[in-house]
């Protein structure tokens, strides 16, 4: 029988509760602004219960940031459970499984298939005013580091000299099952096209027909297609079953590996190994113990945790903000509608006098918040490099 634990893990799917306002004023754009400038600036809490193993916080004064698929909306990319969100419009939606991925050529077809459409706007999308006032913040002294489930690479790409964990790996690599060697995903993207001509034609129309530079659901149903998380596409009725994708080449040219390919350099079906995944976490898949490693030593080297466009509604995420509501860290979360756990994480803080100074909650979108708190906090004079 399994615990409440592991149904945790299974995709949250349900109604998330109406999200809490903290403080009051923090209604608004420009006064979430001011609360989330108050929390960021303040000192570090007197609850704070020191790093375990070590006899103090490495960093107090500075946040940890926990971002998720709502920063990204802005750059184009569609995210889990907002209003236009594909658990909110497709009820019948299932990601693919991690099992599935690895035992079923004709699941394979499928995933690649639809990830083969939806490459071209995750490659052609780039960060947006969130990650740039993330690089300010960071520039000012204010975050320690950055946690992500998002797969996009956007982090690394906006504020590379800021360490970013990317808890649920990367869309712009693929990995082999069997010798983990990683390879480009935009060089992968390359050989399914020459694998796959009619779809790579199928392709260039639909680019042709910008079906493929909206994200919303409603316009893409319209012109055949219909969106999903993670990149890719789902095409109703489609002949997946004719996609083909290919092997391992280090492992093909292994003669110790029964990894085989067809005339025109498919992966067969016969074949044993050789398989290339996305170099992402799927449903399913088990984050590796040095990445979680990794996340906790994030959180319990600052001095508070901010959530950034994410609901919590994955146990990987979730378990962070609890280990730091554990630690008497402070809590704030930007994030347009509910968050799962909010009002546990939150219980402290809700209803008192605080401005921010112990935590903070506003259901605002991070693209105009997030750059008004640099701004504010640069015109107080605050931060290490003001």
């Given at each position: 029988m399994q615990t409440p634990l592991r149904r945790m893990r299974i995709p949250y799917t349900s109604p998330l509760p109406p999200p809490l306002i903290h403080p009051r004023s923090a209604n608004t754009a420009p006064g979430a602004a001011a609360a989330v400038a108050t929390f960021l600036a303040s000192a570090p809490s007197p609850h704070l219960q020191p790093t375990p193993g070590t006899y103090k916080t490495i960093s107090p004064q500075k946040t940890v940031l926990l971002?998720?698929?709502?920063?990204?909306?802005?750059s184009g990319l569609a995210d889990y459970r907002g209003t236009a969100g594909t658990y909110t419009l497709n009820k019948t939606y299932r990601p693919i499984y991690y099992a599935e991925f690895t035992a079923n050529h004709e699941a394979r077809k499928r995933y690649w298939a639809r990830s083969f459409l939806g490459w071209t706007t995750l490659h052609r999308s780039r960060p947006n005013a969130t990650h740039a006032a993330i690089a300010d913040l960071a520039e000012l002294g204010f975050v320690s580091s950055v946690i992500t489930q998002n797969v996009d690479s956007f982090h690394r790409a906006a504020h590379p000299h800021l360490s970013t964990l990317e808890l649920h790996g990367y869309l712009r690599a693929t990995v082999c099952l069997t010798c983990r060697t990683e390879y480009p995903r935009d060089q992968f993207q390359e050989r399914l096209a020459a694998l796959n001509p009619a779809w790579a034609s199928f392709l260039e129309d639909a680019l042709e027909s910008d079906a493929l530079e909206t994200e919303n659901p409603d316009e893409r149903r319209a012109k055949g297609l219909r969106t999903n998380p993670d990149g890719d596409v789902d095409l109703p009725d489609a002949p997946y079953s004719t996609f083909r994708y290919p092997p391992c080449p280090h492992c093909l040219a292994d003669p110790a590996l029964k990894v085989e390919a067809d005339a025109d350099g498919a992966w067969a079906p016969y074949s044993e190994g050789g398989v290339l995944k996305p170099a992402v976490?799927?449903?399913?898949?088990?984050i590796k113990p040095e990445v979680k490693s990794a996340a906790e030593h994030a959180?319990?080297?600052?001095?508070?945790?901010?959530?950034?466009?994410?609901?919590?509604a994955t146990y990987s995420a979730w378990r962070l903000v609890k280990r730091a509501r554990d630690?008497?860290?402070?809590?704030?979360?930007?994030?347009?509608?509910?968050?799962?756990?909010e009002e546990s994480f939150l219980e402290d803080v809700i209803g008192t006098g605080s401005r921010g100074e112990t935590g903070v909650r506003a259901s605002e979108s991070t693209e105009k918040v997030l750059p008004m708190v640099v701004q504010r906090l640069r015109s107080e004079g605050k931060g290490s490099h003001s």
């Open positions: 971002t998720g698929a709502g920063i990204s909306v802005a976490v799927m449903f399913g898949e088990s959180v319990d080297e600052a001095g508070r945790i901010l959530v950034l466009g994410s609901s919590l630690r008497g860290m402070p809590i704030g979360v930007l994030n347009l509608g509910g968050v799962r756990g």
